[in-house]
């Protein structure tokens, strides 16, 4: 449904649409419940332009059962902040205890309802239950964290008629809301909030690591303010073994906050209610860091967050450039060059800003060919790499920097096959070193503290299958693993618990799906602080590539120009960098607003430091 912003009317599919001007939509539902059949589809509301907001109307008087079960489940895609529309839809009690906020479950195609409703168990002419029925894909829970999902959805909803007026409502329903995909996508948006790695830190002056929480939001109905709340009221379950946050237990926003948003200078003042007493310097900074890397999605042009507590009390202000050298995150630093392997089995390099096609060997001994390299990876600070060779069977480390030795190998596989053997190596910011070896037999998982120290092996209680890639994020705090099980591969996301001083050691818990459609997995590469750039391609599909969030969500967006035989892909968490990638053309990169471009016939193995 486009919004008319001229205004006017149409009849549309049993059901009318009121267009009204300055962006608003109003929706009425007006279809009646049919005599016969099975089951009759809700449609969803289709896209909307983004600054068009979509309030329902409450329900006509004499409504019947079919058009009070249309107008509710229209009622809860709108933008009603309270869902006071929703509402009037049930009953006083039903309205009173009904709690919308508990879950939101997403349909493919929206709820059906089964048209034939049977009597309640009370007067037949006064009672009715309705069951809504449909394909579940996600489920997003009360901390408003996305879960994919699949099965049936069934559920039943009873309706009386009062009487004294005649009039139909709902007096019992579940808790939460239920929409298809496309009314989700124009109701909810995906934002990053941002919590600090538990035990990392980065650089000699020790800064904290950000670690990137999505959550979806209503998108409008008051953004910053429920993200601002979310925020205060800590990370998601999952993330939460492995992160902390620098606001006090009990911080809050000041009653009456709603309607946060940035001034004329592009600052935004939060409210809390702290009492300055109760607040550190360094952790009101850190405070404010974590409000501005969270909003700065939803406001591109903030500009500096100010912190003030009880009584107006201002406790500390942070600009957009200070806060980058508070704490660090995945695009705290622009890559200097793009890197891999060449025809001559050479580790090469160009400049990330490089519009030519010219690379030269990198200094030291993987600049100079042998030991048949397969794959590298650069650290983050661009002085070390460390690649695989010897046919997947060696992992090397050695400083970039001329006359450097490679030394012996740091880790060797004995997989079958080279497909069977050490995985490409990635880095976290704390310059630790990850790679696994995908030996069918025995596989495993290891660790290098700074690149250099003893292989440590990581345990991953839920693994079942074989490690195809490894690919830790910029944080240290999760790592995406390709799986491969009975021919097929799934792509998770564990999270990296740290030795708590139980002498347990670092271990991946809680892995989860990433891109639960997906069979099989080509190549993936970390594309932000919350997002992964995929290859595969779905049973019976043809290969794809598209962007996947942590949470196993699809983002809403154009996926990269299509390209075909992609062996590897190589992203950078600074959308600036042009995407690369090794297909039938070699190596091959593509700009922001361009088309693929050739870089090198005969290399393989793209990465970015990382």
Same mark, same amino acid.
């Given at each position: 449904m486009?919004a008319?912003r001229?205004?006017?009317a149409?009849r549309?599919?049993?059901?009318?649409?009121?267009?009204a001007a300055?962006?608003?939509?109003?929706?009425?539902?007006?279809?009646?419940?049919?005599d016969?059949?099975d089951?009759r589809?809700?449609?969803?509301?289709?896209r909307?332009?983004t600054g068009?907001?979509?309030? *329902?109307?409450p329900p006509?008087?004499?409504?019947?059962p079919g058009?009070i079960m249309?107008g509710f489940?229209?009622?809860?895609?709108?933008?009603?902040p309270?869902?006071?529309t *929703?509402?009037k839809y049930l009953t +006083?009690d039903?309205a009173r205890t009904w709690? /919308?906020?508990r879950?939101?479950?997403v349909l493919a195609?929206?709820?059906s309802?089964?048209t034939?409703c049977?009597?309640?168990g009370?007067?037949e002419t006064?009672?009715v239950?309705c069951?809504?029925?449909?394909s579940?894909?996600?489920?997003?829970?009360a901390?408003q *964290?996305?879960?994919p999902?699949?099965?049936?959805?069934?559920?039943k &909803?009873?309706l009386?008629? %009062?009487?004294?007026s005649?009039q139909?409502?709902i007096d019992g329903?579940p808790d939460?809301?239920?929409?298809g995909?496309?009314?989700?996508q124009? %109701?909810?948006?995906s934002v990053?909030?941002?919590y600090?790695?538990s035990?990392?830190a980065?650089?000699?002056?020790?800064?904290?690591?950000?670690?990137?929480?999505?959550?979806?939001?209503?998108?409008?109905?008051? /953004?910053?303010t429920?993200?601002v709340r979310? &925020?205060?009221?800590?990370?998601t379950?999952w993330?939460?073994?492995?992160?902390?946050?620098?606001?006090?237990?009990?911080?809050?926003?000041?009653?009456?906050s709603?309607?946060?948003? /940035?001034?004329d200078q592009n600052k935004l003042?939060?409210?809390?209610n702290?009492k300055?007493?109760r607040?550190?310097a360094?952790?009101?900074?850190?405070?404010a860091?974590q409000v501005?890397f969270?909003?700065? %999605?939803?406001a591109p042009?903030?500009?500096a967050?100010e912190?003030?507590?009880?009584?107006?009390?201002r406790?500390c202000?942070?600009?957009?450039?200070?806060a980058?050298s508070?704490?660090?995150?995945?695009?705290?630093?622009r890559?200097e060059?793009?890197?891999?392997?060449?025809?001559?089995?050479?580790?090469?390099?160009m400049?990330t800003g490089?519009?030519g096609?010219?690379?030269?060997?990198v200094?030291?001994?993987?600049g100079s060919?042998?030991k048949?390299?397969?794959?590298v990876?650069?650290s983050r600070?661009?002085h070390?790499?460390a690649g695989?060779g010897?046919?997947g069977r060696?992992l090397?480390?050695?400083p &970039?920097?001329?006359?450097?030795?490679?030394g012996d +190998?740091?880790?060797t596989s004995?997989?079958p096959?080279?497909a069977?053997?050490?995985?490409t190596p990635? $880095?976290d910011?704390?310059?630790?070193?990850?790679?696994?070896?995908?030996? +069918?037999?025995?596989p495993?998982l290891?660790?290098l503290?700074q690149g250099?120290?003893?292989?440590?092996q990581?345990?991953?209680?839920d693994?079942?299958?074989q490690?195809?890639?490894a690919?830790?994020a910029?944080?240290?705090?999760?790592?995406?693993?390709?799986v491969?099980k009975?021919?097929k591969q799934?792509?998770?996301i564990?999270r990296?618990?740290?030795d708590?001083?139980?002498?347990?050691?670092?271990?991946?818990?809680?892995l989860?799906?990433?891109?639960?459609?997906?069979?099989?997995?080509?190549a993936?590469s $970390?594309?932000g602080?919350s997002?992964l750039?995929?290859?595969?391609?779905?049973?019976?599909?043809?290969?794809?590539?598209?962007?996947?969030?942590?949470?196993g969500s699809?983002?809403?967006?154009?996926?990269?120009g299509?390209?075909t035989?992609?062996?590897?892909v190589a992203a950078?968490?600074?959308?600036?960098? /042009?995407?690369?990638?090794?297909s039938?053309?070699?190596?091959?990169?593509?700009p922001?607003?361009a088309?693929?471009?050739?870089v090198?016939?005969d290399?393989?193995?793209?990465?970015?430091?990382g």
């Open positions: 486009a008319d001229e205004g006017g149409r549309r599919s049993g059901r009318t649409v009121v267009y300055l962006g608003v939509v109003l929706l009425a539902g007006c279809a009646s419940m049919p016969s059949g089951l589809d809700v449609e969803s509301t289709p909307q332009d068009v907001r979509v309030f *329902a109307v006509a008087d004499g409504a019947g058009e249309q489940l229209e009622a809860l895609t709108s933008d009603d309270e869902y006071d *929703a509402r +006083p039903a709690r /919308p906020e879950s939101t479950t195609n929206g709820p309802i089964e034939d049977g009597p309640g009370r007067e006064n009672s239950t069951v809504l029925t449909g579940r894909v996600a489920t997003v829970d901390n *964290a996305n879960q999902a699949d099965g049936s959805y069934r559920k &909803l009873h009386t008629k %009062n009487p004294k005649g139909w409502r329903l939460g809301v239920v929409m995909k496309s009314d989700f124009r %109701n909810y948006t990053d909030k941002y600090f790695a035990d990392a980065v650089g000699a002056s020790g800064q904290p690591v950000a670690v990137a929480d999505p959550v979806f939001v209503r998108g409008k109905v008051d /953004p910053m429920q993200m979310s &925020l205060l009221n800590g990370p379950a993330l939460r073994p492995v992160v902390r946050s620098s606001f006090p237990t009990g911080t809050a926003l000041q009653k009456d709603a309607g946060l948003a /940035p001034d003042t939060v409210p809390l702290l300055p007493s607040v550190a360094g952790k009101c900074t850190e405070m860091t501005l969270t909003l700065r %999605n939803l042009t903030l500009q967050v912190l003030r507590g009880t009584g107006g009390s406790l202000e942070l600009t957009e450039e200070r980058e508070v704490a660090w995150h995945g695009a705290s630093k890559p060059y793009l890197y891999f392997i060449d025809g001559k089995h050479q580790v090469v390099r400049p490089s519009t096609t010219g690379s030269v060997p200094p030291g001994p993987f060919g042998g048949g390299l397969r794959s990876a650069v600070d661009e070390t790499a695989v010897d046919e060696s090397y480390v050695t &970039l920097a001329a006359g450097g030795s490679l +190998p740091l880790v004995a997989g096959s080279p069977d053997r050490l995985t990635s $880095w910011a704390r310059g630790d070193l990850w790679v696994a070896d995908g030996d +069918p037999h025995h495993r290891f660790v503290e250099v120290a003893k292989p440590e990581i345990a991953v209680p693994l079942s299958g490690i195809k890639d690919r830790v910029a944080d240290g705090a999760r790592i995406a693993l390709v491969e009975d021919g799934s792509l998770l564990g990296i618990q740290r708590d001083g139980t002498g347990q050691g670092i271990s991946v818990d809680g989860r799906s990433a891109a639960p459609d997906l069979e099989q997995v080509s993936i $970390w594309a602080d997002r750039l995929v290859v595969g391609q779905e049973s019976g599909g043809v290969q794809q590539m598209r962007y996947v969030q942590v949470d699809t983002l809403d967006g154009p996926a990269p299509a390209l035989g992609v062996k590897a950078s968490e600074d959308e600036r960098v /042009p995407l690369v990638a090794h039938e053309d070699g190596i091959v990169r593509l922001s607003g088309q693929w471009q050739k090198d016939k290399g393989t193995a793209p990465v970015y430091p």
